[in-house]
């Protein structure tokens, strides 16, 4: 069986929209909340800039096992995640497109409310991307045979990169332009996206399952708890808390550098903000373009083993990149990272999926989630109480290395057989 590049392309534009908004909200909300030369800032404190800018975090950990869960069982003539993101994309395009107009909806009212407008439309931006995240990233594996959904899961990863170039280059001239013309192409691109993907994707009638066998549709399993009679999650499958605690702590590794890396390039290279922002575009780049590749790899030689081989080079780059006395290839590092993460993040979904009873697909995307967004909220504030015992920004990577090695130790402990299906059926390896 074939791998159907035209309909996975399509299920992409989903995951698209989701990470062209992210990088967009990410890079130039906390502009319009601490202020710029160009823009009056509306907070002066850092710690409540931190606050609300993990509040995606929050919802994540909160809405996608709940919505995933709904749409698991949600029967409708447009499908089971389609009512999601019919509901979901237009409302959070609309409150994203809003986000830049605060100071003119202020100014209809007599006392300031700018800081209120403006967190009234994060809010609904936030709650509303949390509908359909879960349900739209379901939508890949209940039209995906088990064996190909890593080389899927490579187009999807590479439309996401696409996005987050993107909001980078062209959303970076825009703003430069006029500060609401990235969010207001931003909340259209969104929309033009669900057009494509309404008009071109039928939901299959009987999503594909990992394991077509087993007749458990109807059972509804808890994580840690098993319930009606039936074993947790984890005790049914005890890979999947192995897999879900490594990709807990890749992500710690990686938002750490996410958050940190300008702070760090400043104080160990002098070099300036800016600059240190556009070392990372090699590494975006990379990651776009060798995520189909890390797919097929993990379809060829399994999922384990090319997670593993992503992991060994992630940590070889980080601790390269710790004993640099100077800048000069820290970008080319940056960039052999970049592989190493694609390998991981595009063969870390469609493992999990795969452990996913029949009929639980969009659940077991929520447990996903909640990993990766609890790491988004440890991670920044562990490696800040490092910083402040150390006193200096020098040991980033090192950090970053330890996260990345305690999730190779967590990946080692994940059976293949779990997480690798050739053709629907588990290998035995």
């Not at 995606?56 to 749409?71: H, K, R, T």
Request: glycine share 10%; proline share 5%.
């Amino acid at each position: 069986m074939k791998l159907n590049i035209a309909k996975t392309f399509v299920i992409s534009l989903a995951f698209f929209t989701i990470s062209l908004a992210w990088t967009i909200y990410n890079t130039f909300v906390p502009i319009f909340l601490i202020g710029s030369e160009e823009i009056s800032g509306l907070i002066k404190s850092s710690t409540v800039l931190g606050v609300i800018m993990t509040l995606d975090n929050f919802f994540g950990l909160i809405f996608q096992p709940f919505f995933g869960n709904l749409s698991d069982k949600t029967r409708t003539r447009f499908g089971r995640r389609m009512p999601f993101i019919l509901a979901g994309i237009p409302l959070a395009a609309i409150f994203f497109s809003l986000i830049p107009f605060y100071n003119e909806i202020g100014s209809l009212f007599p006392f300031d409310i700018r800081l209120i407008i403006l967190m009234v439309s994060v809010i609904g931006m936030n709650f509303f991307m949390s509908m359909y995240r879960a349900p739209a990233t379901a939508l890949m594996p209940d039209a995906t045979p088990a064996g190909l959904r890593s080389r899927a899961n490579g187009i999807i990863t590479a439309m996401g990169g696409l996005g987050t170039i993107i909001a980078f280059s062209l959303g970076g001239k825009l703003f430069n332009i006029n500060y609401k013309f990235p969010f207001l192409l931003g909340g259209a691109i969104m929309i033009a996206a669900l057009i494509i993907l309404f008009i071109f994707h039928k939901e299959p009638d009987e999503p594909y399952s990992a394991d077509d066998a087993d007749d458990s549709e109807k059972v509804d399993t808890g994580f840690l708890f098993g319930k009606n009679g039936q074993p947790s999650a984890i005790s049914r499958t005890p890979s999947l808390l192995y897999m879900l605690m490594t990709v807990f702590f890749w992500y710690c590794g990686f938002e750490c550098i996410n958050a940190f890396f300008t702070l760090y390039c400043q104080e160990k290279f002098g070099i300036l903000p800016g600059d240190a922002t556009q070392m990372l575009a090699p590494m975006a780049v990379l990651f776009m373009i060798c995520a189909f590749p890390a797919g097929l790899a993990g379809g060829k030689i399994g999922r384990k083993k090319s997670m593993l081989i992503g992991n060994a080079v992630v940590v070889g780059s980080f601790l390269i990149i710790f004993m640099l006395k100077e800048h000069t290839f820290l970008t080319v590092l940056l960039g052999i990272s970049g592989v190493g993460w694609s390998l991981l993040t595009t063969n870390a979904y469609p493992a999990v999926a795969e452990m996913a009873p029949k009929g639980h697909t969009g659940l077991y995307t929520g447990y996903y989630y909640v990993f990766t967004f609890a790491a988004s909220i440890v991670s920044p504030i562990l490696y800040g109480l490092t910083v402040d015992i150390l006193r200096s920004q020098a040991y980033l990577f090192i950090f970053g290395g330890i996260m990345f090695i305690l999730g190779f130790v967590f990946l080692s402990k994940v059976k293949q057989r779990d997480i690798y299906h050739r053709n629907g059926i588990k290998t035995r390896t």
